[in-house]
């Protein structure tokens, strides 16, 4: 099977969720043509996933494509959009067909679930590694950012810390099938001062909104939702969460779950409290690609 044999079939499979009343032009063009309504504006993101990296040299195609929308989908929720459009990329050393087509599966689910149509992409020759780029609507001077926080703001975060990181180390289904907080950074327009995804853990995270904010932060470990056997530590330093970090001047009404779990305060840095007492947290620089 050649190379566009291969996208026709990705395409056969995608079915739908390569279809929507506003893509004009869809896979198959040069470039995909899309509307965007009035009084609207378009986040725009994108990640790629390399094997032996991300994810394992030998994990399932379907699954690999659940993550590789996952965690593109999770920064469009940070930034308060509703996911809309996605390329997807893909290099493979070889034309491993039922690889790819479990693939596109995953891809499909994500797109379908979360209403984003895939309205093109690429396929190349190389070692395996996998792209989505993210389109996502909202309405226009509505979008969420890092840099808004305050002296004063209480510091809130979604679900629970830790459950990623064990289902990394378990190898468990879990890792790859992340729920992006769409739902609830779009409730949070309007309510958060600012916001971002936790994928490199909450305090590399947190720090980089404190740092774009120009303030600092003072957190209580024990307030901590942490996951079932996972260290209170542990939880804020080991990412792959992809629950939504924010802050706001007061409790927002939400209907997903959310913890208070600090302040921001004028001073910089980051300050974890136990207790009471300060206490000293390695690892809170995150992952980091060099």
């Known amino acids: ?66 993550r590789a929308m996952g965690v593109n989908l999770s920064d469009l929720a940070a930034m308060g959009a509703s ?37 093109g992409g690429n396929i190349a020759r190389g070692p395996l590694a996998v792209s989505v780029t993210a389109h ?30 064990a289902a990394r180390l378990a190898n468990d289904p879990r890792f790859y099938r992340i729920e992006p907080r769409i739902d609830l950074g779009q409730e949070l327009r309007g309510w958060a001062t600012a916001a971002i995804d936790i994928s490199d853990g909450l305090l590399a995270d947190l720090g980089h909104v404190c740092r774009a904010s120009g303030v600092g932060a003072r957190l209580t470990l024990e307030a901590m939702p942490v996951a079932e056997g996972i260290e ?31 302040e921001v305060v004028e001073e910089e840095g980051i300050t974890v409290l136990d207790l009471g007492r300060a206490v000293a947290i390695d690892k809170s620089e995150g992952y980091r690609h060099f």
Not at 92 to 111: L, N, T
Not at 148 to 163: E, N, P
Not at 234 to 260: K, Q, S
């Open 232 to 262: 209170p530590e542990t939880a804020i330093t080991c990412g792959d969460d992809y629950e939504l970090l924010f802050t706001a001047r007061e409790r927002p009404d939400v209907d997903e779950p959310i913890t208070a779990i600090g």
């Open 136 to 165: 996502g609507l909202l309405p226009a001077g509505e979008h969420l950012l890092r840099s808004g926080a305050q002296a004063g703001d209480m510091v809130f975060v979604s679900g629970t810390l830790g459950a990623g990181h």
């Open 1 to 66: 099977m050649n190379e566009f044999e291969i996208i026709d079939r990705i395409t056969q499979i995608l079915g739908r969720a390569a279809r929507a009343e506003s893509v004009l032009v869809g896979p198959g063009d040069d470039a995909a043509v899309v509307s965007v309504p009035p009084g609207f504006e378009l986040a725009v993101t994108t990640d790629t996933l390399v094997a032996g990296r991300h994810f394992p040299t030998d994990a399932p195609g379907d699954l690999v494509g659940c």
């Open 83 to 119: 996911p809309s459009y996605c390329v997807v990329s893909l290099t493979i050393p070889q034309a491993d067909i039922p690889w790819i087509e479990a693939y596109a599966r995953g891809i499909a689910e994500y797109a379908k679930r979360y209403g984003a149509s895939i309205v």
